[in-house]
């Protein structure tokens, strides 16, 4: 079984449970169509995919009656350590280290990556189908045009490919798959980081926070957006 490397945060797998029943709850829609390549810039090599070849999905669910105190994650992970590798530069460079806080490596991202797509639920399957062949694209890429992995290359080299991809409407014709895959990765990378307690604290969610006294209502800031939106309805602040 494939295991993130040494470098990228092992974060076990009660939590990414509670992840993953978060993430499917903001999960969008906008996947690709039936037609799944790696780019024709480069074919794919005789020896097989650069990156390996990710196991099959086992099947395993959590079921209907899941145990949400104590959850586990009965489906097996099974991303090569070579894709783990290209995802986890991807998602640092999708979200890196700043003055206030980590980078995804540091929070187990990239192992969130591995159990999104490891998931065998519609949804998760669906985006398997990009994620796989969108690294690959990476890799192979890096290699024709810098010579080097796409681990390893300069921070500005990674840039360069990923400016090719990043904005669906400025797409070069051809690499329409490769868009639809990044900002499918930059989704589920995004959604994971920001259920974390880092990623929640960094955008100052408070969450379901005890307080002391009565409740003292919704400040000013949210009651005008109330009032906006009712207002925006025909309907009044009651």
Not at 156 to 179: F, M, N, T, V, Y
Not at 187 to 215: K, R, W
Request: charged content about 20%; aromatic content about 8%; glycine content about 8%.
């Amino acid at each position: 079984m494939s295991k993130p490397r040494q470098n990228t945060a092992r974060i076990d797998r009660r939590t990414t449970i509670k992840w993953l029943a978060a993430t499917m709850a903001a999960a969008n829609a906008g996947y690709a169509s039936d037609q799944r390549s790696v780019g024709e810039e480069i074919p794919p090599r005789p020896a097989g995919p650069l990156l390996g070849v990710a196991e099959a999905t086992d099947g395993a669910t959590i079921g209907t009656d899941p145990d949400l105190i104590n959850p586990v994650v009965p489906w097996a992970r099974t991303m090569t350590d070579a894709q783990i590798d290209v995802a986890t530069r991807l998602c640092d460079l999708i979200l890196p280290s700043d003055d206030r806080s980590p980078a995804a490596s540091a929070l187990g991202v990239p192992d969130f990556v591995d159990e999104w797509i490891s998931a065998p639920y519609a949804v998760q399957q669906r985006d398997r189908e990009q994620i796989l062949p969108g690294l690959e694209w990476l890799e192979q890429q890096s290699l024709a045009s810098y010579g080097d992995s796409f681990t390893r290359v300069s921070a500005d080299q990674a840039s360069d490919l990923l400016d090719r991809i990043a904005w669906l409407d400025k797409l070069a014709p051809g690499l329409e798959e490769q868009g639809r895959f990044f900002d499918r990765f930059r989704s589920v990378a995004v959604g994971a980081y920001y259920t974390t307690a880092t990623g929640m604290a960094d955008i100052g969610y408070l969450g379901n926070v005890p307080i002391s006294g009565d409740y003292p209502g919704p400040d000013a800031e949210a009651m005008e957006h109330l009032a906006g939106v009712l207002e925006s309805l025909n309907l009044t602040v009651p």
